[in-house]
């Protein structure tokens, strides 16, 4: 394809996406009439579609036949990916100090657009604990992980990365623009992120990103519940954080930028 080649979409391969990113963004499965109405695509076509997902297992229908949702299939692609994500594996060992250091949830995370990806993750020992999961994606703005990268970015490039008005997960979630773009200013100046249950009400999480590009596509983060942040546990966790990138600073030859 030459640079002035114009782009058709194929119309049968993007509905097929689309179901895809359908499936992998509900919590439940999904009836053919409710995909149809979301995706707005014919039933007749749709069923089609599914039929072909469903016999290649990247769909899989429930005992009726009639709710759908994601098929293992899709598990051994999205596994594959992160098998040979250069990040993924370079930071393991750094997620793994963290975890051991703190005992509390660790995540790495990518910038998608507006959002925020998990991309690994490593458990806190407790059984109060923030509930995440490998692959969720969440609004950037209203994450330590995301709000770091978006402060990677330069300021005016924001109403191009975010959609106004934006969504609050929580009471805390920052949403006015003003308040946001000032909380950026703040974490470019600092260095990292904090997010004082702007995600999940009670869990303060705390973000730096990594210099794995430039600008930076990836982040760390340590989540504890407020009712175990004591008067220097920012800190701690922070020295924590800078030490881990200092790591990835020195390993950074082994990743192509």
Known sequence: ???????????????????????????????????????????????????????????????????????????????????????????????????????????????????????????????????SAIGRRLPAHATALGKVLLAERPPESLDKLLTWPLAALTPDTVTDPDALRAELDLVRGRGYAVDRGENTEGIVCFAMAVPLHSPATDAISLSVPAGRIGPDTEDRVVSALGRAVEQVRAARRLISA
Do not use: C, N
Request: no cysteine; net charge neutral.
């Open 1 to 131: 394809m030459t640079t002035g080649d114009a782009y058709q979409p194929v119309k049968s391969a993007g509905r097929t996406l689309d179901v895809l990113e359908a499936l992998a963004a509900s919590p439940e499965r999904r009836s053919l009439v409710d995909l149809a109405r979301t995706l707005g695509i014919p039933k007749s076509s749709l069923h089609g579609i599914l039929r072909t997902m469903v016999q290649r297992g990247w769909v899989e229908a429930d005992g009726t036949g009639t709710r759908f949702g994601l098929g293992v299939r899709a598990l051994q692609v999205g596994a594959a990916y992160l098998e040979t994500d250069d990040a993924v594996g370079l930071l393991g060992a750094v997620l793994d100090g963290l975890s051991r250091e703190f005992g509390e949830t660790v995540h790495l995370g990518r910038l998608d657009g507006a959002h925020v990806v998990y991309m690994a993750k490593r458990e806190s020992v407790h059984p109060l604990r923030l509930y």
